[in-house]
């Protein structure tokens, strides 16, 4: 059971992550098949998975209804949007539009999905104005550095906010805040991803080769 | 006092939205048209590149983007399209989010009435199928891109369209542009940009924009266009105002309205103090 | 006497009058010069699959300005034109290789051609002719037509640094892990994110509320996705030993279906397989913002005592972090996106940057593997910092002392190719 359960799994991942890093380096037509015959395959998976994850969720979605959970009517609604959207869908031939007409499945994405996803983006909008209120205290003197940083970028990123500058300081003949923002935007700011985006590739080069080498099983659960 | 200032640092955020709702709705009702003057460099290395094409040349635009991120992309989107056939150069548009798809039919409807009337769909631009699992999309277009679009997302076959005449690969491509909200610009970069050795640009929303830096500095991106005043700005060089900067406007009162809101809740913070 | 004496005058005038007479020589035109294509040569392009050949000749005086080179190529019948160029372009510096696998510094034009994209039944391994031709005006040369066949190589001897940079990294790698278990245990620093969890972890269970946890919005493949199942499954753990409710909402399958195991494995691991439940992992949607707006729903709803956002996350990060700020959950988040991380910084009460994430893993556990593995990240990190300031150190060297050699060297180490 240790083999099948333990060293197989170990030995794919193994003999998988070891190709792969090969076909970077190895320059044949073997190898591009060998990636295009794996992105096939992941294809595949990803597509059964996909019907794993509709089934868990209309099995923990028709649980709730049967037993009358608190919010079980919300899950009905699971139901509804999915029979809104996956019969036009057949019905049409997955289609949006037949020459200049909207077909069933066009119209909901249209009218239905495009403004429920709009709506949900733009409560972004709303939600940083209340936390910028409720949470930017300049408390310290780096969150005074970083309010006069944001300060100068909000400002120089509208023109509204360039107009104001300008109306200020724009008799002192001094920097454009345009010029400000862009070299806040280019240098401190570059600065400061290039050292996380650096720690973050370190960290997944040594993450990929915990997994090739099989010191990290968490994704097969530990013996 | 105190309690005033006490009642003002914690006031519903109900109001602080109502606030805002207002400012928003009246630069649309009413628009306040502020003039565009900074454009930003990195949007007009786009602009340049494009410009820089000859007729017939070739460009990969992939739309990644959703309903939700369609206020500040769609109009990026556009004005490239605009752009690009109006330089006569060949589009390619493709898409990696199934939920890019009904935006991807607008701009293909658009481009018949009001964006190129003159261009004809399978001479000058094609428009390619939603398609699954975006590394192994972006890997297979630096070798064959035949291979996972054998069909054009009406059916037709690919490989005989005039459109697609001398293309193989990405390699036969003058520019690859991702239009996003998430992080696959980073992958089309990685896999297609630095791999193939394919000049590419994008376009991202405006929260995202800074991460892309490093890459227009090392050259891996031509150009970026960034959020909705990115889009307004790509407009006024194309000389096409469209929504970009139309929602300036709004985007402005805005900004002035969050500075507005932490001065004074940091005035008051420190008033409390004193007291 | 007389006879001579006029004969000898006869023949004077006449030599006198044919040197006045005589036609002076035409001016020399300029004629442009001739290039001597003979040394062309057509060979396989090395480094590469095989679908490309590599022809090249030596720049010659007649590479002047409005000459031009035509590169025809035959695959048995008609000579087909791949290219036309500029005499004074397509040389060996213009090849996008490095020092060791490519002389820049010879005279030679060089033409790489992808036969694919010239002959719709190419194979690899057929042979082709190629030729190349000069013209300047009037003015035209021709190279013999030589045969060449593409093969797929081997090695892309171009990539040698980096497979280096592997190469050193893999044994700094199986030296810390054979090390690992030799010393007592390896310092790392507190990071307040992860001690909160049993503080997170216990006032769910005095308040008898649930806790969330979501791994994001990554695929599995994405490594802040595995780095947050490790983080779940000693999450899941503490759930287990307190029993205390756990669910974990999901934006991929694949995902849920191995968090599915950990957290079995972790029940199972604290002897509390009774208390486990299949749908403590669940699957939302794979929209993002669907996912988001159900989630908020869940958990405005229930109220969590704990909400854990750990793992890929984007727009969406926001509206889940205010949501739970809300319901005055507390908060422990962590992602590699540092444009999310603002907003995770104002709504959590504890936030992982980056590779705190990655360090998690062997941060909860204590494994002594895991913990090992730390020691790589910090020398990856210790060999960038000192190649930025050695390679920076040398660029201003070679550009001050006009050492162009040591700037292309330094440059083209540090180049992926």
């Not at chain 2, 390619?92 to 003159?118: C, H, Q, S, V, Y």
């Not at chain 3, 006869?10 to 040394?39: E, H, M, Q, R, Y």
């Amino acid at each position: 059971m240790t083999l099948i359960k333990k060293h197989i799994p170990l030995a794919i991942c193994f003999i998988v992550g070891i190709l792969t890093l090969s076909s970077y380096y190895v320059p044949t037509q073997a190898s591009e098949k060998y990636v295009e015959t794996m992105n096939k395959w992941e294809n595949i998976v990803a597509g059964f998975a996909f019907l794993l994850g509709l089934f868990s969720l209309f099995f923990s979605h028709t649980r709730k209804i049967t037993r009358k959970a608190d919010g079980w009517g919300y899950s009905l609604f699971v139901f509804v949007g999915f029979l809104a959207m996956v019969v036009p869908a057949i019905v049409s031939n997955g289609k949006q539009m037949v020459g200049a007409d909207l077909t069933g499945l066009g119209w909901g994405y249209r009218f239905l999905f495009n403004a429920l996803s709009g709506t949900m983006f733009s409560v972004l909008a709303f939600y940083i104005v209340s936390t910028a209120y409720r949470a930017f205290r300049i408390k310290s003197l780096q969150a005074g550095v970083l309010f006069a940083a944001a300060l100068v970028l909000m400002l120089a990123k509208v023109p509204l906010g360039q107009m104001i500058w300008e109306s200020l300081f724009g008799w002192t003949g001094g920097w454009d805040i345009a010029q400000i923002g862009q070299w806040l935007m280019d240098v401190p700011a570059v600065a400061g991803k290039r050292g996380i985006m650096m720690g973050l590739a370190i960290g997944g080069i040594v993450t990929a080769l915990k997994i090739i080498f099989g010191i990290e099983r968490q994704y097969m659960g530990k013996d | 006092m105190k309690n005033i200032i006490e009642k003002i640092l914690k006031i519903d955020r109900r109001l602080i939205f109502l606030a805002l709702t207002i400012l928003l709705v009246f630069p649309i009702v009413r628009p306040l048209g502020l003039p565009n003057k900074n454009i930003g460099n990195e949007v007009k290395a786009l602009y340049e590149k494009i410009e820089s094409l000859p007729a017939g040349s070739f460009i990969m635009l992939s739309l990644d983007y959703d309903p939700a991120t369609r206020p500040e992309l769609h109009p990026q989107a556009v004005a490239v399209v605009k752009h690009a056939l109006r330089k006569d150069l060949r589009v390619m548009i493709l898409t990696l989010n199934a939920g890019a798809t009904g935006l991807i039919d607008e701009i293909g409807e658009r481009i018949p009435k009001d964006i190129a009337p003159a261009k004809k769909y399978g001479t000058d631009y094609v428009i390619l199928p939603y398609q699954p699992n975006p590394v192994a999309i972006m890997t297979q277009m630096g070798m064959d891109l035949y291979q996972i679009y054998d069909k054009d997302r009406d059916g037709a076959p690919l490989r005989e369209m005039p459109v697609m005449k001398g293309i193989r690969n990405v390699k036969d491509m003058q520019l690859g542009m991702c239009i996003t909200g998430t992080a696959l610009l980073d992958y089309w970069v990685a896999y297609t940009g630095d791999k193939f050795k394919m000049p590419f640009a994008g376009g991202t929303t405006a929260v995202s924009q800074i991460g892309y830096a490093p890459y227009l500095q090392t050259g891996q991106l031509k150009g970026l266009i960034g959020g909705m005043k990115g889009a307004a700005d790509y407009e006024l060089l194309i000389n096409a105002k469209e929504k970009g900067t139309a929602g300036l406007d709004a985007l402005s009162l805005a900004h002035i309205m969050v500075i507005g809101l932490i001065v004074v809740a940091n005035i008051m913070m420190f008033w409390l103090k004193y007291l | 006497m007389l006879n001579k004496r006029l004969n000898l005058t006869i023949f004077a005038v006449l030599f006198a009058a044919s040197a006045v007479c005589a036609a002076t020589p035409a001016p020399v035109k300029n004629v442009p010069p001739v290039p001597d294509l003979s040394g062309f040569q057509a060979k396989d392009m090395p480094y590469d699959k095989g679908e490309a050949v590599l022809l090249t000749w030596p720049v010659t005086p007649a590479d002047v300005p409005g000459a031009v080179y035509q590169v025809y190529a035959s695959a048995g019948k008609d000579w087909v034109k791949v290219d036309e160029f500029p005499a004074e372009k397509k040389l060996a510096a213009d090849v996008e290789l490095p020092f060791w696998a490519w002389d820049r510094h010879a005279a030679l034009h060089v033409v790489q051609l992808e036969l694919p994209g010239f002959f719709n039944d190419f194979k690899i391994g057929d042979e082709y002719r190629f030729k190349v031709k000069y013209v300047n005006g009037k003015t035209t040369a021709e190279s013999p037509e030589l045969p060449a066949a593409p093969k797929p190589n081997i090695f892309n001897l171009a990539r040698l640094n980096n497979l280096l940079l592997l190469i050193v990294t893999t044994i700094v790698f199986f030296w810390t892990v054979s090390h690992a278990k030799r010393k007592g245990g390896l310092f790392i620093r507190r990071i307040a994110g992860l001690d909160a969890i049993d503080e997170a972890v216990g006032r769910a269970t005095e308040m008898g509320r649930p806790i969330f946890y979501s791994t994001g919005i990554g695929a599995m493949s994405s490594v802040p996705t595995i780095a947050s199942t490790s983080i779940l499954a000693e999450v899941a753990k503490k759930v287990a030993e307190h029993d205390t409710q756990l669910k974990v909402p999901h934006f991929d399958p694949i995902v849920m279906t191995v968090s599915k195991e950990i957290v079995k494995q972790a029940y199972a691991e604290v002897n509390r397989l009774d208390s486990y439940r299949d749908d403590i992992n669940f699957f939302v949607s794979q929209d993002q913002f669907s996912f988001a707006a159900s989630v908020d729903g869940m958990i405005h709803r229930e109220k969590p005592a704990a909400c854990f956002f750990i793992g890929h996350f984007m727009a969406e990060s926001l509206l889940l972090a205010e949501v739970g700020a809300t319901t005055g959950a507390i908060q422990i988040a962590g992602t590699e996106q540092e444009s999310q991380l603002p907003f995770f910084f104002t709504s959590c009460d504890y936030t992982l940057i980056g590779e705190e994430l990655y360090a998690a893993g062997a941060y909860l556990s204590k494994e002594p593997m895991l913990q090992s593995t730390l020691k790589v990240q910090d020398f990856g990190k210790a060999f960038v910092m000192v190649s930025i300031v050695a390679g920076s150190a040398l660029l201003l060297a070679g550009t001050w002392f006009k050492m162009d050699v040591l700037v292309t060297v330094v440059k083209h180490l540090f180049k992926a190719y």
